[in-house]
Every structure is written in C-alpha cells, then in structure tokens.
T-cell receptor, first 115, second 115 residues
Framework: KQEVTQIPAALSVPEGENLVLNCSFT??????LQWFRQDPGKGLTSLLL?????REQTSGRLNASLDKSSGRSTLYIAASQPGDSATYLC??????????????FGKGTKLSVIP | ETGVTQTPRHLVMGMTNKKSLKCEQH?????MYWYKQSAKKPLELMFV???????ENNSVPSRFSPECPNSSHLFLHLHTLQPEDSALYLC??????????????FGNGTRLTVT
C-alpha cells in the first residue's frame, strides 16, 4: 500500500528566506506527483504536476523535483513571502486496477512565513 | 473563485438528520471525486465517478450515499451520521479518471459537524 510522508509537519521561516519542503513515498511505481496548496478553510489548489518521466517542474518562485527511484520529491520556494503561508500537500498517482488511478496524499507541511 | 463550487460551506446536523452536500463543476471535466479531510489525517478518497458511472467506492459506510446525475453535478447524501464523521468534505474534478496526468481541481469544501 502506497504511503506518502511529508517532513516537517510544520515550518516557520522569516520573510525572504528560501526553503525546501520534503515528500517521500514508499512505492516508486507512480505516474505523477502533484504539489498542492491549501489555505485555512479552503480547498486545495494544484501548484505543480510532475510526470514520472520528468525530473522537475517550475512555476514562478516554485520548483518541484522528483527522484522516482528513491521515492522522493522536494518543493523549493524562493524568496518566501507572507502570502506563501499555507499548508502544502503532495500526492502521488498510481494505478489501482481496472483502469483506475488513485491519488495518495501526505498529511501536509504547514508553512508560516513571518514578516 | 474555483471552477468547482460546493454548497453548503458549513453544515451542522444531528445524528438522526438527513442532509445532502452538492458539488458543481464548470470545467467540462468528466471525472468527479469526493474526499474526506479529517484533522491530522491525510485526505481520504471516498468515491469516484467517471462519465457519470461510479468507479470507486473506497469502503465507505452506507450512511454516505453518492449521486452523480450528470458530469457536472455530484451529490453526497448523508443519513444517521456519527460524530466521527465530522470533517471537511472536498469535491474535486479532473478531465477523466484515466487521464492520470490531468491535475485535480478542488472546491472549497463543506465543513460538516455532527452533533
């Protein structure tokens, strides 16, 4: 059974700092890995999707990498801002049988960027 | 404003009540999902509908009953719930369940409290 772990569970950094969030998964037979952002009381917003054949994806100040063989991904946030404060979740997509694909989520890392 | 709209945003119900959650997507997607998000636990997939057909039921108790009348609308009918069912219920959509590289789009969720 696929398990996704995110460390740390919470992180507090001063504004302007570069930071890295970590995600690991137990089964490397994945199709893609997604990073989401969740603001308090809101749904999830997809930030980046990395296909299994890719090594990284970039969007603005965000860069996500994927090392499928070691079961790891990192989300790099450059020049952090208070508006980046949110919970960041990663999820992997794997085949679940009968033509179906299922996402398995981690518990998330709660990020606080202090002005 | 996301392309996935959930109503109501908040719901308080007694254990003997019957209520329904509604989800509507305006993205032209063909797959819709119900997820449960409880405190300190990863998101749990409950149900998946692909082209209006239920393709996943993740061992969800029968007190939760989904309905998908068309590709744009998804309901979750609730009856005789338990206090441990209190959680944030999130609806999501994607191009199609088999399009595993299509990102999920989430609504803002319904915060359910069972008293």
């Amino acid at each position: 059974k696929q398990e996704v772990t995110q460390i740390p569970a919470a992180l507090s950094v001063p504004e302007g700092e570069n930071l890295v969030l970590n995600c690991s998964f137990t089964d490397s037979a994945i199709y893609n890995l997604q990073w989401f952002r969740q603001d308090p009381g809101k749904g999830l917003t997809s930030l980046l999707l990395i296909q299994s054949s890719q090594r990284e994806q970039t969007s603005g100040r965000l860069n996500a990498s994927l090392d499928k063989s070691s079961g790891r991904s990192t989300l790099y946030i450059a020049a952090s801002q208070p508006g980046d404060s949110a919970t960041y979740l990663c999820a992997v997509t794997a085949y679940s049988g009968a033509g179906s694909y299922q996402l398995t989520f981690g518990k998330g890392t709660k990020l606080s960027v202090i002005p | 404003e996301t392309g996935v709209t959930q109503t109501p945003r908040h719901l308080v119900m007694g254990m003997t009540n019957k209520k329904s959650l509604k989800c509507e997507q305006h993205l032209g997607h063909n797959a819709m999902y119900w997820y449960k998000q409880s405190a300190k636990k990863p998101l749990e997939l409950m149900f998946v509908y692909n082209f209006k057909e239920q393709t996943e039921n993740n061992s969800v108790p029968s007190r939760f009953s989904p309905e998908c009348p068309n590709s744009s609308h998804l309901f979750l009918h609730l009856h005789t719930l338990q206090p441990e069912d209190s959680a944030l219920y999130l609806c999501a959509s994607s191009q199609a369940q088999g399009a595993y590289n299509s990102p999920l789009h989430f609504g803002n969720g319904t915060r359910l409290t069972v008293t």
